[in-house]
T-cell receptor, first 116, second 115 residues
């Protein structure tokens, strides 16, 4: 496999379910990201992990819980979601360097989540 | 304020026409990157180009070309001889120095190429 992969590609869940989204990057990068893309809204950054440490959490509700066990894998654990959480969830990775300037982010195909 | 504006919400052209997607950005930083991404209906964001703020040379890649003008804070994208496969949403993004890994995204331009 090459690039950034995400599973599952589609997920339908009830509001009381618990599920997890998985992302894996094969690019040797040291930073990984979760984004949410809702219809007719800008792309929203949810979480950033750099060298496995969470560096950003953009006021995301606690029903979304990220996990980064190593620099190649990123999970998003979901529980008691709301219908408004239905969206496309995109994972990305990049190779970050000193200076804080973000380099090119490479994206996975996304997980289309529907919450009933 | 740091901001990216893609004023064209949707553009529709007939195949083989040339089309230009506009991107205007705001930043006080002198060091930054600019990006273009393509999002086809499948959903994946595909990286197209990265431009360093110190490199104002225009870039051409096949039918794609980019015009970077710091004087007008614009980074426009032109597709020559458009094809149906170019139909997608195109996003422009800014990464200023000290952005702390956050890209500043434009709202995107939906491009429809009709056969």
């Amino acid at each position: 496999e090459t690039g950034v992969t995400q599973t599952p590609r589609h997920l339908v869940m009830g509001m009381t379910n618990k599920k997890s989204l998985k992302c894996e990057q094969h690019l040797g990068h040291n930073a990984m990201y979760w984004y949410k893309q809702s219809a007719k809204k800008p792309l929203e950054l949810m979480f950033v992990y750099n060298f496995k440490e969470q560096t950003e959490n953009n006021s995301v509700p606690s029903r979304f819980s990220p996990e980064c066990p190593n620099s190649s894998h990123l999970f998003l654990h979901l529980h008691t979601l709301q219908p408004e959480d239905s969206a496309l969830y995109l994972c990305a990775s990049s190779q970050e360097r000193a200076g804080g300037i973000t380099d090119t982010q490479y994206f996975g195909p996304g997980t289309r989540l529907t919450v009933l | 304020a740091q901001k990216v504006t893609q004023a064209q919400t949707e553009i529709s052209v007939v195949e083989k026409e040339d089309v230009t997607l506009d991107c205007v950005y705001e930043t006080r930083d002198t060091t930054y990157y600019l990006f273009w991404y393509k999002q086809p209906p499948s959903g994946e964001l595909v990286f197209l180009i990265r431009r360093n703020s110190f490199d104002e040379q225009n870039e051409i890649s096949g039918r794609y070309s980019w015009n970077f003008q710091k004087s007008t804070s614009s980074f426009n994208f032109t597709i020559t001889a458009s094809q149906v496969v170019d139909s997608a949403v195109y996003f422009c993004a800014l990464s200023p120095l000290g952005s702390n890994y956050q890209l500043i995204w434009g709202a995107g331009t939906k491009l429809i190429i009709k056969p």
